[in-house]
């Protein structure tokens, strides 16, 4: 169920992403189907918008202002781009595309070069194209401007359209052999889902009560992993992107979220592969129990990130027995205002630990299960190996 909730956070990550790479995230406009617009919004201030139109015909290409970054690729050969023989231009932008042959063509009639030039001078990050859509990221001082104000937006974007359509054929020498964007937006969709992971992958594990043994050995092995996993994904983007303009998005990405991604999930991977890959059967030790408590939890929420808490703990029957905590949480609901908002008791049992060098281990359980056992009762610890060697027990099986 665990891995199942974590994948699941992966995909819709991944999802969400594709959308922005391949243009779905832009909706028609209901006087104009081919007028395209997407607009995010955040507590009602614009934090996101996008301005596009449809086309036909087209192909992928991307042209974002030149970084240091790009130069540097371009330098060591991981990198090419369309060149135009314009100095001032070539250094100013730089073109991702599977088309360089087809786009150059385009760009060389000066036309395109001009129509370029004109929409770049508006504030907007970058120009996308897929086969069905043109579409700009604009700039923030542009974000509250009404739709007629980028008239003059789309008309530029169509002329480029114009001069961009291409009915590819199996004759056209400049059709690539490899699709290299399609890849790119996978891997970058892959990053995007292994830094969600990464970051909120934690929150399906408490569905569950699976506890590491050795956090030292544990934190080891998962660092050892993923720095294993980034290595491999660094050698695989330079296999599919060496020599393809490609390469500097998706290796600037990588190393923005992707090796943050893979390191954090990697724990997740590790703790599943751990936990379900085949490995010995559990050793199971009987321990006495040395001591019971539960914690009266109170919470009032004061605000929409604020949270008052309170708790009381105890370890006799008149604070934790069955019969005694309706009165307990009574009690403190009429000296606690924080109690009256919501209560609710949890419950931990302690016991010997069944290697010599350590004293006691604790968990928490269930109120039926704390209720049926008395201090100095036995129960049953099942102690797993692990597939990776580090031992791990799931605390709902101990009885």
């Known amino acids: 169920m665990v ?7 992966f995909a819709l990550a991944a999802f969400t992403r594709g959308r922005f790479l391949f243009g779905t995230h832009l909706s028609a406009n209901k006087d104009n189907p081919a007028k395209l617009e997407y607009v995010a919004r955040s507590k009602g201030t614009t934090t996101s918008r996008h301005i596009g139109i449809t086309q036909d015909y087209g192909f992928s290409f991307i042209v974002r202002r030149e970084r240091w970054y790009h130069r540097i690729f371009k330098a060591i050969g991981l990198a090419t781009e369309v060149q135009i023989r314009n100095e001032a231009f070539d250094n100013t932008y730089f073109i991702i595309t599977d088309f360089p042959n087809h786009l150059e063509r385009a760009i060389h009639s000066g036309i395109l070069t001009g129509e370029l030039q004109k929409l770049f001078q508006l504030p907007i990050k970058s120009l996308h194209a897929t086969h069905g859509k043109l579409w700009v990221r604009l ?49 970058l969709c892959a990053h995007a889902g292994l830094l969600t992971w990464g970051i909120f992958g934690g929150l399906p594990t408490l569905a ?10 544990w934190y080891a092995q998962t660092i050892a992993l993923g720095l ?11 296999v599919f992107f060496r020599g393809t303009s490609w390469v500097c998005w998706v290796f600037m990405d990588f190393i923005l979220c992707g090796i943050l991604g ?3 999930s990697s724990h997740f991977i590790a703790r599943e592969a751990n936990v379900h890959l085949p490995q010995p059967a559990p050793t199971v030790y009987s321990q006495p129990i040395s001591q019971k408590y539960c914690v009266l939890e109170c919470r009032q929420r004061c605000g929409k990130r604020c949270t008052r808490r309170s708790n009381y703990s105890g370890n006799t029957d008149a604070h934790c027995a069955a019969h005694s905590r309706p009165a307990v949480m009574q009690r403190y609901k009429q000296s606690d205002p924080i109690c009256r908002s919501s209560a609710s008791f949890a419950f931990r049992i302690t016991i010997r630990h069944w290697e010599p060098q350590k004293q006691y281990y604790h968990f928490p359980t269930s109120a039926t ?6 201090v100095g009762q036995y129960v049953n610890v099942p102690v797993n190996e692990g597939a990776y060697g580090v031992k791990w027990i799931n605390q709902d099986e101990i009885r």
Not at 3 to 9: K, R, S
Not at 180 to 187: E, N, R, S, V
Not at 209 to 217: A, C, T, V
């Open 228 to 238: 294993a996993l980034a290595t491999v994904w660094f050698l695989l983007i330079v």
């Open 139 to 187: 700039k923030r001082e542009d974000f509250t401007q009404p739709d007629d104000y980028f008239d003059r937006h789309r008309t530029i974007l169509k002329s480029i359209s114009e001069h961009t359509q291409y009915r590819p054929s199996h004759q056209d020498v400049s059709q690539p052999k490899r699709n290299a964007g399609y890849w790119a937006f996978l891997f």
């Open 369 to 374: 299960f704390f209720d049926s056992v008395s």
């Open 262 to 264: 893979i390191m954090l």
């Open 3 to 9: 891995v199942l909730l974590q994948l699941c956070l």
């Open 208 to 217: 569950d009560n699976i506890e590491m043994l050795d956090r030292g050995e």
